[in-house]
């Protein structure tokens, strides 16, 4: 199983931004399309963003559109979220995840891996 570690999460106040990363130590992932998901407490865990092998394709949810960019550093083996204009609702624990297949894949939740989640407090 390839672990996935996700660093970055912490204490925010609204209108601020976090970056976090997701990496793979001793194992590449560039092959693989990687995304965001997030849960809040009482929530279902949801698709945050996602993006594909070659970076060519990125999908976003509508809540996180204009405010939230990933990225992905396939030298570095790791991925991004930059997330800015953090708001309350932003609160989650935010979970890396890898899929060797497409992009859309990850979009409708197919994950083959998971990461153990960091923890995003945005405060008004």
């Known amino acids: 199983q390839v672990p996935l570690v996700e660093s970055g999460g912490g204490l925010v106040q609204a209108g601020g931004s976090l970056r976090l990363s997701c990496a793979a130590p001793?194992?590449?992932?560039?092959?693989?399309?990687m995304g965001w998901f997030r849960q809040a407490p009482g929530k279902e865990r949801g698709f945050v963003a996602a993006?594909?092998?070659?970076?060519?394709?990125?999908l976003y949810a509508d809540s996180v559109k204009g405010r939230f960019t990933i990225s992905k550093d396939n030298a570095k083996n790791t991925v991004y979220l930059q997330m800015n204009s953090l708001k309350p609702d932003d609160t989650a624990v935010y979970y890396c995840?890898?899929?060797?297949?497409?992009?859309?894949?990850?979009?409708?939740?197919?994950?083959?891996?998971w990461g153990q989640g960091t923890q995003v407090t945005v405060s008004s």
């Open positions: 995840a890898a899929r060797n297949g497409a992009v859309r894949d990850v979009l409708r939740g197919e994950v083959d891996y």
């Open positions: 001793g194992r590449t992932f560039s092959s693989y399309a």
């Open positions: 993006i594909s092998w070659s970076g060519s394709t990125i």
